[in-house]
Each structure stands twice: as structure tokens, then as C-alpha cells.
């Protein structure tokens, strides 16, 4: 059964890094999408992504922010200059489409760990 | 005010018992969609179910039911004769239009269940 895979499953980084956080999607997917989870709480919504372009955005999402498809299979998350609230679960996710009430198939997450 | 409301934050009961974990959602939008999502111990996120808003018909998957109920916008979900690998955080999700079909999650509750 395809699935969304993430790599790493756990990074550490000191306060002021920068991290990429890594994706693939499901390969026939074409909408993706990247949530947080700060430990304890709800999850988050971040950023959705369509045809190499940011669809839609949270207020969370800030300049520090940024999203890439580099090649035909990864899709990446960058924070350019980690803080210490940055400390999270981040969740990949993909679906076949964006009408209401598409399935999101959600990658394992990766642990960020800002110290 | 909160979306999706998950009143109970943490829920504890003995193998073999019955439980049931409360949704509450708000909206404006006639056409919706609401999930649920389990997020055990090691932390990825499993989808469960999917109901959209003109689906009120309850749904029975093996240990698992749901009572969607737009009368009181509530979306509950029953373990029945509960084990202990059922242990974990169960989110509740609504992804409404006026939301751009992101779906919203609650706080989550936490389901302990003790052999």
C-alpha cells in the first residue's frame, strides 16, 4: 500500500539553524501539505502546496517559512532560523485532490527538537 | 471560539469496557466533512473514518462506531469492549468550504485503556 514517507524521524538543532524537513508524497498525489504538532496539542495546520506553488497559508507559516518541490518526488520543509517554540511534531500529508472532504494520507513526522 | 470541540482531554477505562469519545463541531457551511484520526503512543496519524454532512447514517467498522448527529453537530465515536492497543490520542477534524477544505482538528483526547 503506497504511503507518505518523512525523513528524519527525529532532528536536534541548536537555536538559530537552519532544518530542512523531507517528504515523498504518494506518488499520484498532486496536493500536499505540511501540519505541526507541538507536543501535547492539537494539530496545526501550515501550508498546502499545488502545482509548485503555495495554495493556501496559515498565520503560523511566517517568513521563516518556506516550501519546495526540488524534484519529482520530494517535497521539503525548510525553517531558516529555528527558535525554540519551533520544537515539534511536523506532519507531511498528500491527497489526490483538494475538494472538500479528500482523503489526506499523513506521513510518520518528523520530531524537531530545537535546543 | 473552537471549530471542533473535544471536551474530554483524557478518558481511562479497564479492558473490555465500552467508551465513547464526544465531538462537538461548528459550522456554517452546509457541506462538510468530518474525521477522526488516531495518533497512538509511537506518533504518526491514522486516518479512521470520513463522514460528509449529508451522510447522517451511523457507521459501524468492527469495534468501531460513529453517531453523526447534525441536530446537535456532535460526531462520536464508540470503542466497544475497549483493549489496550486502543490506547492513544483520538483527534476529531472538520474540513468545512469556508475553511478552503482544510480540515481543522481538536484538541484531542487522550484514551487510556488499562489491561
Known amino acids: 500500500e503506497p504511503e507518505v514517507t518523512q525523513t528524519p524521524s527525529h532532528q536536534v538543532t541548536q537555536m538559530g539553524q537552519e532544518v530542512i524537513l523531507r517528504c515523498v508524497p504518494i506518488s499520484n498525489h498532486l496536493y500536499f501539505y505540511w501540519y505541526r504538532q507541538i507536543l501535547g496539542q492539537k494539530v496545526e495546520f501550515l501550508v498546502s502546496?499545488?502545482?509548485?506553488?503555495?495554495?493556501?497559508k496559515s498565520e503560523i507559516f511566517d517568513d521563516q517559512f518556506s516550501v519546495e518541490r526540488p524534484d519529482g518526488s520530494n517535497f521539503t520543509l525548510k525553517i531558516r532560523s529555528t527558535k525554540l517554540e519551533d520544537s515539534a511534531m511536523y506532519f507531511c500529508?498528500?491527497?489526490?485532490?483538494?475538494?472538500?472532504?479528500?482523503?489526506?494520507?499523513f506521513g510518520p513526522g518528523t520530531r524537531l527538537t530545537v535546543l | 471560539a473552537q471549530k471542533v470541540t473535544q471536551a474530554q482531554t483524557e478518558i481511562s477505562v479497564v479492558e473490555k469496557e465500552d467508551v465513547t469519545l464526544d465531538c462537538v463541531y461548528e459550522?456554517?457551511?452546509?457541506?462538510?466533512?468530518l474525521f477522526w484520526y488516531k495518533q497512538p503512543p509511537s506518533g504518526e496519524l491514522v486516518f479512521l473514518i470520513r463522514r460528509n454532512s449529508f451522510d447522517e447514517q451511523n457507521e459501524i467498522s468492527g469495534r468501531y462506531s460513529w453517531n453523526f448527529q447534525k441536530s446537535t453537530s456532535s460526531f462520536n465515536f464508540t470503542i466497544t469492549a475497549s483493549q489496550v492497543v486502543d490506547s492513544a490520542v483520538y483527534f476529531c477534524a472538520l474540513s468545512e468550504r469556508g475553511g478552503s477544505y482544510i480540515p481543522t482538528f481538536g484538541r484531542g483526547t487522550s484514551l487510556i485503556v488499562h489491561p
Open positions: 502546496f499545488y502545482n509548485n506553488e503555495i495554495s493556501e
Open positions: 500529508a498528500s491527497s489526490e485532490s483538494s475538494v472538500i472532504g479528500n482523503e489526506q494520507f
Open positions: 459550522t456554517r457551511d452546509t457541506t462538510y466533512y
